[in-house]
């Protein structure tokens, strides 16, 4: 058992077992593994680099901004994995803590389980099929059940089903066993037959070999078994190429922005080893009992075979947990990627002020949206005869000399603040953006402050300008003037805390929206009014 000795930071040794859920991570930390001899250790297909820690050489580790059961592997000198590790990061506990970041999952599963998929090295328990995708959903599913597939693929070769088929053949005498009455029928249409079958010594001597048309039994392979099996090989193969390509162009597009951890150096391991599946599955692909099919198919007979076949069904159902579409928001599935937390802690925020929003109009007749192909463009909007009021996710703002979105702009450069909250009636006009931010330090709520400031001075809705703009963290105490009442409403920018615990928006929002209730009575789950 390859037991490695890990170090964090603050000096504290812990060990790291294989097969067992390890803890004592944490987003943001460093750590350093001791490496063993001859091996290279990988955390989510990123190869750790080696360098001099006190006294010992050591692989170090820097989670990033993400929270959730990592796997890391450790790997021989000819690349086979020898141990495989559970690693699991906790949420910065002066931010968010397990508990209030375990909570805001629920919140986000329970809504669209699409909120929560993202390329990062953490992993959560999420659902088995449903309607949301991507890429690395894909490549997840590829990596834990593409073997497993191979493997029963390669059982399925040693001794492939066959189905007995019949047909006529030609056979000179001596490879005759039976005879039947077409046989004879034809036989006597030809005289050396003839002659043979009344006189087999002359007709010898003639030196003529005539063939008689027999009946043959063969096992043939092209059969519904093979026929359905066939297509979620060939199916397998066309997923593992379109997510070679897939992945590559997403690094394609990535930018460095230090808030995501980069696909880049986990893309070559990811890469060799979809490219050796496919080879692979090629190769199998190539030989009996697929390469002689004529047409394959899925038909009633050939699942009904496959299924009585414990090989063949073995490989048909790990092929298709490979194809499987998707995943829906129950927490009893497979492990996938997530967000990073900072984007888990803006998308609560939206269903949080979502929820704010429905509580104060009641009355309003609500639903949802995705524009375009990305998840993070969400509107939320509830109308009746004299009121419409909207919430928006990452709105888009084009700069001045560009056409409006729907009347949003801005009066400089495009920008996309995190969350706009509109509403137009006959008795008030309200623009409101916030943009949450995954900090708590003052220096770094300062920081952030620049994004407030920037949207409440550029952005404009049917020309009017943001009535404050607010910046959203999960903890108080960074800068507290910035989230008194007063100081919001004489400089229209300011601090809400948004978090588990604490609900800041009501105080932020009752100055300026008709109604705005107490924050009693906004206490409900989400998914009760979403």
Request: glycine share 6%; charged share 25%.
């Amino acid at each position: 058992m390859s037991i490695i000795r890990c170090i964090d930071n603050q000096g504290c040794s812990f060990e790291v077992a294989p097969e067992t859920l390890v803890s004592g991570f944490m987003e943001r930390g460093t750590y350093y593994f001791e490496i063993i001899p001859e091996a290279r250790f990988f955390v989510d297909d990123e190869p750790l680099k080696i360098l001099r820690h006190e006294a010992f050489d050591a692989w170090r580790w820097e989670p990033g901004f993400y929270a959730g059961r990592v796997v890391a592997e450790l790997v021989d000198a000819s690349g086979k994995v020898t141990a495989t590790y559970h690693l699991d990061v906790a949420p910065d506990q002066n931010k968010l803590g397990e508990v209030s970041f375990a909570a805001m999952l629920d919140e986000l599963l329970a809504f669209d389980t699409r909120l929560l998929l993202g390329g990062e090295y953490a992993q959560l328990e999420l659902g088995r099929e449903g309607r949301a995708s991507n890429p690395h959903l894909e490549y997840a599913r590829l990596k834990r059940y593409g073997p497993v597939f191979l493997s029963a693929l390669v059982e399925v070769l040693r001794k492939p089903l066959t189905r007995l088929h019949r047909q006529r053949t030609l056979r000179p005498a001596h490879q005759l066993r039976r005879i039947d009455q077409q046989t004879l029928r034809r036989a006597l249409q030809d005289p050396a037959a003839t002659a043979l079958l009344y006189n087999l010594e002359r007709a010898s001597a003639n030196g003529d070999v005539p063939h008689f048309d027999v009946p043959t039994v063969f096992e043939d392979l092209d059969n519904p078994a093979n026929q359905a099996l066939a297509v979620v090989l060939g199916e397998v193969l066309r997923r593992s190429r379109h997510v070679i390509t897939a992945l590559q162009k997403i690094v394609d597009g990535e930018r460095d922005t230090g808030a995501r951890s980069a696909l880049a150096p986990r893309l070559g391991r990811r890469i060799e080893f979809l490219e050796g599946l496919h080879c692979d599955l090629r190769k199998i692909q190539r030989r009996e009992p697929f390469r002689s099919l004529r047409q394959p198919r899925i038909s009633a007979a050939g699942l009904n075979a496959i299924s009585a076949h414990p090989a063949y069904a073995r490989a048909y159902r790990h092929g298709w947990y490979v194809l499987r579409p998707g995943i829906d928001g129950s927490r009893d599935g497979e492990r996938l990627w997530i967000s990073p937390t900072w984007e888990i802690y803006e998308r609560w925020c939206y269903l949080q002020v979502v929820r704010l929003v429905k509580s104060i109009y009641p009355g309003l007749q609500w639903r949802a949206s995705w524009h375009g192909a990305s998840l993070d463009h969400i509107r939320f909007t509830g109308r009746d005869i004299d009121t419409q009021a909207e919430v928006l996710l990452q709105l888009r703002c084009p700069a001045f000399d560009q056409p409006a979105n729907n009347g949003f702009s801005s009066i400089s450069g495009e920008r996309k603040p995190d969350i706009v909250v509109t509403v137009e009636s006959s008795v008030e006009s309200l623009f409101i953006v916030m943009d949450a931010k995954y900090r708590v330090a003052r220096e770094w709520v300062l920081d952030g402050m620049e994004s407030a400031h920037l949207y409440r001075d550029c952005l404009r809705w049917k020309g009017k300008k943001p009535d404050v703009s607010i910046l959203l963290v999960p903890r108080a105490g960074g800068a507290p003037m910035l989230e008194t009442a007063a100081y919001q409403k004489a400089n229209g920018v300011g601090v809400a805390v948004l978090s588990v615990e604490q609900n800041g928006l009501q105080a932020v929002l009752k100055p300026f929206v008709r109604g705005c209730p107490d924050s009693a009575s906004s206490e409900l789950p989400i998914a009760a009014t979403l």
